[in-house]
């Protein structure tokens, strides 16, 4: 290969390369899928009024017992005013956000937890009053 040839070459890898790391950021952004790593869950203290917003947790059930690592979830949202989706917390960890009602939380450790949903605003930096919480055990 000439050297004019494999410059080029390498150069059109490293666009390709660029633009899918920039179309797997434009999936987090979209979401619908649980992010993979984890993000501490902001204090309650920072949460915004709720307007008209509330979730109410269907599963898992409180102290409901699940086999495995996969927690079915679901949920009913009021988006109210300001509301898009909710942000899922097990143990104060973020394990995903999630726009539709049901979903599943992935890779969660056998033990006691408390899930807590949070209604956030389409930009994800805003958490509203508007939160359940449940706790459950995995096993
Ligand atoms: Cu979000």
Redesign the pocket.
Known sequence: MKPILLAAFVALWILGSAMQAAAQQNNMKG?EMPMKQTEKMPASSTLQPAEGASVKIISPKKDQVIAGDKVPLEFKLTKGKRGA?V?AYVDGQMMG?FESEKGTLNGVKPGKHTLELRV?TAE?NTELNATDKVSFTTK
Do not use: I
Request: no cysteine.
């Open positions: 979401m989706h942000h956000m956030a994800h």
